[in-house]
């Protein structure tokens, strides 16, 4: 008897059908790759200089000239759109990143080893974690010289109190982890601590890590976009937040300037939306008690 | 909840505020930023006053608010004074203390928030639970459930928007400030009129902006609820539908809610604070925003610490709220 052949489908169609299943990942990453096409061929057309002020005719509306329309300080405001993406994505790249990498490591120490190790660790995060974020960075980048602030130092400021989430996160997915049977047989056959936590333990928790550095770079976004809000951004750079913060400085709307705020709020609104879009759907896939079938 | 329980909460309290304020003391004095000489060498420039003096001032100053005492005194006059809530003395307006400034503003923000923070968390929890209802009718379930979107669109943002659809588009309502320039603030109908059109606005933005969070995780958190054995078994008793989902549903499903509303407490204020300094509101956030501009640090660090504290001890205090709500904790 000849059995009937079975055709595995290809990888990027099993991709595509999961994306179909698991539709705010798909909307998620669609918004993303989107934006980032958007930066990508602005930094082809654009001049990225026009982004700083002082380099267009100011407060002209939209047109076929401006496709954005330009601000009070003579910014095109494609170019600094442009600018403005790639530098929120460099941020929340790099904070979240660095956020996740430190929560790893502390939380992977607390766990793995215990003791009083694990009761610092554990303490420092608790204590800290009722202290309003935004506010202690509000200090440390106000503390700041103001020629002293770029966009690498909003990243490290996010960062600074920004590692007790993900450190908490995977302190307790380790603490059960390292309970399981495999890990016990690892142990008995003879695998050192470092062949445990790379070999055994780190594989099965990559899922929670990507879901904790997506968790974080939405964070960071969030974080650094607020600072820049309240004028504690690095001010000559065409951060999403500082141009908000420069037009309502400037009476935006009082004046009939309505491009001005809104272009950069509709950016940020695309990117802080896409994002929660992509942690949704990434709790499903490392979830999977929460996953749809088809 | 036994004794025990009380007071190592209240140690964690004392802990918070201890790290908070060690943290809003050190990070100042670490960088290379001398306050007082930014703040005279752009009032030299503006004012016209001879440098010579400026040394002598800027001694003088250091003196009177104890910087030239070595560190570690400095830190326990620090600690001292936080416990009398005394933050010193502003930089810019200089007479008037750090908490008599913030006094000023408080009720504004306190007003704001109580009301936003309470209507946002009604709104957010009723659509997420309807949301999540699948007993629900359809078109309650097709209104509710797009307030899932939200969750993308913070405070901040919700704000520009509505600036731009409901104040410059259709003109409905004000563009920003407490009351209508050239108007004298006064206890008439009118002026309270103007002044609660110019808070319409920021309120609708924290309310809708911070709602989503609560649609979100109360829709994750009905959807388990739902299919509990109690649900099921009030249905087959033939109770109507709107008593399971009031006593039934939505109770259990409220209660995980209220240790989220302690935990985002944090957030609430900080967004509240925001969007009052891109409304340029008078409270809290508009002093902060004021502050920063003006490089006053002692309002700056003021508010930070004082705004900490509350929360902290709001947090705390939503804990001790917890047992009365859940007979199961109350028991232990």
């Known amino acids: 008897m000849e059995l009937p052949e079975v055709r595995q489908p290809s990888r990027p169609a099993l991709i595509l059908r999961y994306f179909r299943r698991n539709k705010s990942l798909g909307i998620g990453v669609a918004v993303i790759a989107a934006l980032v096409a958007f930066t990508l061929i602005g930094f082809l057309l654009v001049d990225p200089q026009a982004a700083y002020p002082l380099s267009a005719p100011t407060r002209k509306p939209p047109s076929w000239q401006h496709p954005f329309g330009t601000d009070f300080f003579g910014r095109e405001l494609l170019a600094a759109m442009v600018v403005g993406m790639w530098q929120t994505a460099v941020i929340g790249l790099l904070a979240g990143g660095l956020g996740t990498f430190i929560g790893v490591v502390l939380g992977f120490i607390s766990a793995y080893f215990g003791g009083w190790i694990d009761a610092i660790i554990k303490g420092a995060c608790q204590i800290l974690t009722p202290v309003p974020v935004l506010l202690i960075q509000v200090v440390v980048a106000g503390s700041l010289d103001k020629r002293d602030v770029t966009i690498l130092t909003m990243a490290f400021i996010v960062v600074m109190l920004a590692w007790m989430g993900p450190t908490l996160v995977i302190r307790s997915q380790v603490l059960t982890m390292k309970e399981r049977q495999f890990v016990s047989v690892a142990k008995l056959s003879g695998v050192g601590d470092m062949g445990i936590i790379f070999g055994e333990i780190l594989p099965n928790l990559l899922p929670f890590i990507a879901a904790a550095f997506v968790g974080q770079v939405f964070a960071a976004v969030f974080a650094s976009f607020y600072l820049a809000v309240l004028g504690l951004g690095p001010l000559r750079e065409p951060l999403l937040g500082n141009i908000i913060w420069a037009a309502q400085s400037q009476g935006a709307f009082f004046n009939g300037w309505w491009w001005w705020p809104i272009e950069p709020a509709v950016a940020m609104i695309l990117i802080l939306a896409s994002l929660a879009l992509v942690n949704m759907g990434l709790d499903e896939l490392a979830n999977p008690r929460v996953r749809r079938t088809e | ?332």
């Open chain 2, 1 to 332: 909840m036994s004794v025990k329980l009380i007071l190592r909460r209240l140690a964690f309290l004392v802990m918070v505020i201890w790290a908070a304020s060690t943290i809003t003391f050190f990070i100042p004095r670490m960088s290379e930023r001398n306050a007082l000489r930014e703040r005279f060498a752009d009032l030299a420039r503006t004012g016209g006053f001879a440098p010579a003096d400026l040394e002598k001032i800027i001694a003088s100053y250091s003196k009177q608010f104890g910087l030239d005492k070595p560190l570690l005194q400095q830190y326990f006059d620090y600690m001292w004074s936080v416990l009398h809530l005394d933050f010193g003395y502003s930089l810019g307006k200089y007479p008037l203390t750090v908490m008599q400034l913030i006094e000023q503003s408080l009720p504004w923000t306190i007003g704001l928030l109580l009301v936003t923070t309470v209507l946002s968390f009604i709104i957010g929890n009723l659509m997420g639970a309807i949301a999540a209802w699948q007993r629900a009718p359809r078109w309650m379930r097709a209104i509710a459930t797009p307030f899932i979107l939200l969750q993308g669109v913070p405070p901040v943002l919700m704000g520009v928007l509505l600036l731009f659809f409901v104040g410059f588009r259709l003109k409905w309502l004000p563009l920003g400030g407490a009351y209508s320039l050239g108007t004298i603030p006064s206890w008439s109908w009118d002026f309270i009129w103007d002044s609660a059109l110019h808070q319409i606005l920021p309120a609708l933005a924290l309310i809708f902006g911070s709602a989503g969070g609560w649609v979100l995780s109360m829709r994750g958190m009905g959807v388990t609820i739902q299919g509990e054995d109690y649900v099921n078994f009030a249905e087959h008793k033939g109770l109507g539908g709107v008593r399971i989902f009031r006593d039934y549903y939505l109770r259990n499903a409220l209660l995980p809610q209220v240790t989220g509303f302690a935990l985002a407490l944090g957030t609430v204020v900080t967004s509240a604070i925001v969007v009052e300094g891109i409304f340029g509101l008078p409270g809290v956030g508009s002093v902060l925003s004021a502050a920063i501009r003006a490089n006053d640090f002692p309002v700056i660090y003021g508010i930070v610490l004082l705004i900490t504290i509350a929360v902290a001890t709001l947090m705390v205090a939503a804990e001790f709220i917890y047992p009365l709500l859940d007979p199961r904790i109350r028991s232990d």
